[in-house]
């Protein structure tokens, strides 16, 4: 009784200390993630996946990850390095959303701010767009300190700008397949696949060379069945390594249209370093590809 007692009164603690985003990374985040996921934090000798991306936030701060993670200026890092063919078409870059000119903007499209994650609105119909909340939605977003979050380091600082691009889409499909590379040291481990996202939310985890694997994550549904392997995997598989070469891990996103490839995102801290694997041993064998730099 008395340990139940101990528990409940730290999990208030945990969660009244959470909101105080304005302690240094070095003691929020050990609490954030005690919060999230009932563990203590270990980053003196950091073992699972998490622990390890938890010490990636706070460490490894390579001034390059700040226009990876920029979702306008990674465009720049995409052409030099597999070119723009990779691009999805960009129809503007804007301040603010009053520069935002409406009327020549296409039916279908989608509006990003680069400075976090999830700030995106998918337009299908622009007739029946409320453009006025559309800009409520901006502007309460671009007001937002992504760093603050979860602290990870290399959204510190960005300028929140909002862009415009191509609404992805592909025939006989309501939601495109999401691919997403795990990479370690340039070196892809497996990649997942994302579903029907925001309808059913599957998921499943392949290898490189399109070999199903049995484990999945707490907060998705795992995709039973076989995926059929993309015609061009090969040229994923290329691509990808070519982006992540130079990191110790990062994550690189990728949709296939019709077999052409359009580069995602680059991600270094998927989940904020929360969302764990199951069965609970992959949690640590995934942690072992993640070797952390001196």
Not at 55 to 81: A, C, G, Q
Not at 210 to 231: A, D, G, H, I, Q
Request: hydrophobic residues 35%; positive net charge; glycine residues 4%.
């Amino acid at each position: 009784m008395e340990n139940t007692k101990n528990k409940t009164f730290k999990s208030i603690i945990l969660r009244v200390l959470k909101n105080f985003k304005f302690l240094p990374p070095q003691i929020y985040i050990p609490i954030q993630y005690e919060h999230v996921t009932g563990k203590k934090l270990n980053l003196k000798k950091p073992i699972t996946f998490n622990e390890k991306i938890q010490w990636y936030k706070l460490f490894y701060k390579n001034p390059i990850l700040k226009k990876l993670v920029d979702k306008y200026h990674v465009r720049e890092f995409v052409e030099k390095t597999i070119g723009t063919k990779y691009l999805n078409e960009l129809y503007g870059v804007y301040e603010n959303s009053n520069e935002i000119d409406f009327n020549k903007l296409p039916n279908k499209f989608v509006l990003k701010c680069v400075h976090g994650s999830g700030f995106n609105i998918c337009v299908k119909d622009k007739s029946s767009l409320n453009i006025a909340k559309t800009k409520e939605k901006l502007d309460k977003w671009q007001r937002k300190n992504f760093y603050n979050k979860g602290k990870e380091w290399a959204y510190k600082g960005i300028k929140p700008l909002i862009i415009a691009e191509k609404y992805l889409e592909e025939f006989d499909k309501e939601v495109i397949n999401d691919y997403k590379f795990f990479c370690f040291d340039g070196e892809i481990k497996f990649i997942q696949i994302d579903i029907e996202r925001s309808v059913k939310d599957y998921r499943c985890y392949y290898d490189s060379n399109w070999k199903k694997l049995s484990f999945s994550t707490k907060k998705n549904n795992f995709f039973e069945e076989e995926l059929e392997r993309p015609k061009n995997l090969e040229e994923m598989n290329s691509i990808v390594q070519k982006l992540a070469k130079n990191f110790p891990f990062v994550r690189v996103d990728l949709y296939s249209i019709e077999n052409n490839l359009v580069f995602g995102e680059m991600t270094f801290y998927p989940g904020n370093g929360t969302v764990e694997f199951e069965p609970k041993n992959m949690n640590i064998t995934i942690g072992n590809y993640f070797k952390l730099p001196n």
